[in-house]
């Protein structure tokens, strides 16, 4: 019955969800504008086709260029429809039915998140309250008991980076880290609650250490670096919610 799976609704709705998702990202500094007006050329202005909406399909259609203006519109619309698929087959390979959904549900908001935080350097609010609210509802309709532990978790994680930023500012007078981190491991923790916020953390740091390494192998590594944190938070969120904390095993 495996036609019948419930896989198959995320995974052939994602690749539409990803396309919503690289308007959402690439608006995200102007959001009241994200649900309103047409599909647009960024580069020309020329309103878009149903047929030039096709997920994936009119990307490699029309090699990436505008149909009006024939501009390269750049990979990125496309990075985030096979991106919200990758999400949808990663999740049906491991759940099904509701813990599927919520499991898609995450994934989407985790790379919208992580998208805006590797192109400008933000984590919006109308992406990471959601994934709060969202986790907790998770939380709560997989076992009522543990909405409490959980909530608990999200203001945990909150506070966790809240203090380093304190901490850092005191030491070294400056921004180190964004609230918008804040709020993301909070999500974090209603999502995967408090044991395994550790876990969260510790993957971000070992991950965002990794692209920092990899982004100056030709110079010394700077602690003056601007690294967007966020998305390696949401990648450490996301493996951690996939196959659980790194030392349950
Ligand atoms: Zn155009």
Do not use: H
Not at 90 to 96: D, E, N, P, Y
Not at 173 to 191: F, M, N, P
Not at 219 to 245: E, M, N, Q
């Amino acid at each position: 019955m495996i036609f019948l799976g419930s896989w198959i609704v995320p995974v052939l709705l994602s690749p539409f969800i990803g396309s919503f998702l690289g308007v959402v990202v690439t608006r995200s500094g102007t959001p009241d504008k994200i649900l309103v007006g047409r599909s647009v050329c960024v580069l020309c202005g020329t309103a878009l086709k149903i047929r030039d909406l096709v997920p994936i399909g009119s990307w490699i259609l029309l090699r990436g260029r505008c149909r009006n203006c024939g501009q390269a519109i750049g990979r990125f619309p496309l990075v985030m429809e096979l991106a919200a698929l990758f999400v949808a087959l990663w999740s049906a390979s491991l759940f099904s039915d509701g813990l599927l959904w919520a499991s898609c549900v995450l994934g989407w908001l985790l790379l919208a998140l992580a998208a805006t935080d590797l192109k400008y350097f933000l984590l919006p609010d109308f992406l990471t309250f959601p994934a709060i609210a969202a986790g907790l509802l998770v939380a709560w309709l997989i076992a009522p008991a543990s909405l409490l532990p959980n909530t608990l978790a999200a203001a945990g994680g909150y506070m966790f980076v809240a203090g380093l930023r304190y901490l850092y500012r005191l030491l070294r007078r400056r921004e180190g880290i964004g609230l918008g981190d804040a709020k993301l491991l909070a999500a974090s923790g209603a999502w995967v609650s408090w044991y395994a916020l550790p876990s969260v953390v510790l993957l971000g740091a070992l991950t965002a250490l990794a692209f920092a390494l990899w982004n100056k192998r030709s110079g010394a590594v700077s602690l003056a670096d601007r690294i967007p944190f966020g998305a390696f938070l949401a990648l450490g969120t996301w493996i951690v919610w996939l196959y659980g904390p790194l030392a349950a095993g």
